[in-house]
């Protein structure tokens, strides 16, 4: 005789954050397609970020150094930021902790709230758009792929991203304004 299994009864829906994450991170892996996704992600975290900000610095004159010296500051310094100072304070557990889920690359042990390099990447986004607005369509799309990236390879929620996006606009638009207004003094 076989026994019925029964279901706990759920309480509560499951959150929209759970939902989008599942959606998200369910699009369809594959070897060559996660590497190009791990990359963005990678270069999203801030050497990406840095390297355009040195070509500014050597092709751009004046405007381009003073622009790549804020987009590498907005970048590094947001990424420390958030590492040292706001994810201590939250240690909300990475989504494939006490799951079997698939992880592209290093199963980090920090917090996952919020996502270091969703905003470290929208901080320099919202840099280099300060001082070229007309890139702006191409640099947010980047600090939105990498966040989209960070929920595809399985280290973050939706939310840690969409958090560190905002956080990232605040520094980035903070590193602008003050490397702005220096240029008139």
Do not use: C, N
């Not at 790549?68 to 100072?85: D, N």
């Not at 990236?149 to 980035?172: K, N, Q």
Request: hydrophobic share 45%.
């Amino acid at each position: 005789m076989q026994i019925p299994s029964l279901e706990p009864p759920r309480i509560l829906p499951e959150s929209v954050d759970r939902r989008l994450y599942r959606a998200i991170h369910g699009l369809p892996h594959s070897p060559i397609g996660d590497r190009y996704v791990a990359l963005l992600s990678d270069l999203g975290e801030g050497p990406g970020w840095v390297a355009a900000g040195l070509a500014l610095a050597w092709l751009g004159g004046t405007k381009g150094r003073r622009a790549g010296l804020a987009v590498s500051v907005a970048s590094l310094g947001t990424t420390y930021v958030v590492q040292r100072m706001i994810k201590p304070v939250f240690r909300r557990q990475r989504p494939w902790v006490g799951k079997d889920v698939l992880v592209v690359g290093i199963r980090t042990t920090d917090a996952s709230f919020p996502s270091g390099h969703s905003a470290s990447s929208f901080a320099a986004a919202t840099t280099l758009a300060a001082f070229y607005p007309k890139v702006s369509p191409l640099v947010f799309a980047l600090a939105a792929g990498v966040a989209a990236s960070r929920v595809h390879l399985g280290h973050h929620f939706p939310s840690d991203t969409a958090v560190g996006g905002l956080i990232g606009v605040a520094s980035g638009t903070l590193v602008a304004w003050l490397t702005r207004s220096t240029e008139r003094i």
